[in-house]
């Protein structure tokens, strides 16, 4: 059977997650559900990022330890990829003993090839991404992402990653496999980013205790990218290695599609096959962030507008490589065209013509695999999440339209209108098939509706907002 294992990027623990993450992570759970209707054998691994600096000063603002304030937000966390029916088949922290293991031989495997050294690190240091920055990289003295926070001067022992050694490696593999950094754009960024020269990395640090100790030197810990890197590799069940899909935010492309490759290089393990780096979700055209009070959790989003809907404004809200903007009110507009009005309308009008009929109906559950082969399918084996719903939204609009041309319920004679109405259950049954990986329950609906001999409307699928 074939396998598909896919991976998002795990989160920070300093807060719940919001929607901009859960943009994200609905895009790989509708990934999971489509592979699976395939007939794959799927794995589909998120999780948080738990250790480094950042979660203990969160926890010191908190109040409280750092492991009990961990432990809040992934629960919190858990609680709101649920809301919208997020389904991965393992939730991973970089706190779970078998990652702890992991990282530590992992570490050990990039030593035996000789790529870890002991060095001086002095530099400058953004505690909010946990990176090291060059004066370059500096806006007036501030990291240009967290200009809110002072630059920490570092100067320390550390152990190095031999990055450099992987340079010429790094650029061979990405231009002999265009499959391996999508969108092409990301590609032609790290290659020129390359091409200014790879530096070695330290990979540990000596006044973070909250996090994996180096092995052979208990005293630092490891360097939290490197860590949670590793978590990719710890997920994977037997034989899942390498992952078919790195999904994760465009910010993060660098860490993904040069130091894990090199990595795993440097420990003997295959490379994943393919890493996106998707854009970005704002919303009333600013950054979502809790400081900005600028924020929309997905239980919120959930809760006004069914788990369902709010899957589908997430998936539409962009093209998956571009960035895109959403507010409540461009939601609603959305909600109501194509959810209430469009496919809602759609199968309590023709539901309601069926039942009127009161003829018998005996359709089948079309094949998903059969189904898939067709545009919509390829458009999501692609991962052109955007394309697929514009695809099956045109066929549920023509259905529509053929619906009004043929005016069923003009038909006198019984028989014919039966035989006429069982061609638009087929139809709307195929749609059914089709919206599953994005609107499970909606799917669900709609098959338990129209696969019954005596078909009655259900429900109403998305009530109309006001
Ligand atoms: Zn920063």
């Not at 650029?171 to 499959?179: A, V």
């Not at 899909?245 to 910010?251: E, F, I, N, V, Y």
């Not at 469009?342 to 079309?366: D, K």
Request: hydrophobic share 40%.
């Amino acid at each position: 059977m074939k396998r598909f294992y896919l991976t998002t990027a795990i989160d920070y623990v300093n807060d719940v997650v919001h929607i901009g993450h859960a943009y994200q992570k609905v895009v790989a759970d509708i990934l999971a559900r489509f592979h699976r209707l395939l007939g794959e054998e799927v794995f589909f691994l998120t999780g948080s990022d738990e250790h480094g600096g950042k979660a203990e000063e969160a926890a010191k603002r908190a109040g409280c330890e750092v492991a009990d304030f961990v432990d809040r937000v992934v629960s919190g966390n858990k609680k709101q990829l649920s809301a919208l029916d997020i389904c991965p088949d393992r939730y991973i922290r970089t706190t779970d003993k078998d990652h702890v293991k992991q990282a530590t031989d992992f570490y050990l495997r990039v030593k035996k090839s000789g790529d870890i050294y002991r060095d001086k690190f002095s530099g400058f240091y953004c505690s909010g991404c946990e990176e090291y920055k060059t004066v370059a990289d500096l806006e007036d003295g501030h990291c240009p992402h967290h200009p809110n926070l002072s630059i920490k001067k570092l100067a320390e022992e550390n152990y190095f990653f031999a990055w450099s050694k992987y340079e010429d490696f790094l650029k061979d593999h990405i231009k002999n496999n265009p499959e391996f950094i999508k969108p092409q754009s990301r590609a032609k960024e790290m290659l020129a980013f390359l091409d200014q020269g790879l530096k070695d990395i330290s990979i540990s640090r000596q006044n973070v205790s909250w996090g994996i100790p180096v092995p052979d030197d208990p005293d630092q810990t490891l360097y939290v990218w490197f860590d949670a890197l590793i978590n990719y590799l710890t997920g994977a069940p037997k034989d899942f290695w390498p992952a078919d899909l790195h999904l994760l935010g465009k910010d993060n492309t660098r860490w993904h599609a040069l130091l894990w490759p090199a990595m795993l290089k440097s420990a003997g393990y295959p490379l994943p096959k393919t890493i996106y780096a998707h854009g970005f979700l704002t919303l009333n055209g600013q950054k979502i962030s809790k400081s900005l009070g600028n924020i929309i959790r997905p239980q919120e989003l959930a809760e006004e507008f069914g788990s369902d809907g709010a899957r589908y404004l997430l998936a539409t809200a962009k093209t998956l490589s571009g960035d895109g903007d959403i507010s409540w009110s461009k939601m609603k507009e959305k909600y109501n065209a194509d959810l209430a009005n469009g496919l809602g309308n759609l199968v309590a009008r023709l539901s309601r013509l069926c039942q009127l009929s009161e003829q018998e109906f005996f359709a089948s559950w079309p094949n998903p695999e059969k189904v898939f082969q067709g545009e919509a399918g390829q458009a999501l084996n692609n991962y052109q999440i955007l394309r697929s719903l514009k695809l099956i939204w045109q066929k549920i609009s023509l259905i529509d339209q053929r619906l009004n041309r043929a005016q069923p319920w003009k038909i006198k004679d019984k028989k014919k209108k039966g035989q006429l109405l069982a061609g638009f259950v087929d139809d709307i049954l195929l749609v059914a098939v089709m919206i599953e990986p994005f609107l499970p329950r909606t799917t669900k609906i709609i098959k338990e509706t129209f696969l019954a001999q005596k078909i009655t409307p259900p429900k109403t699928l998305f009530i109309r907002k006001k």
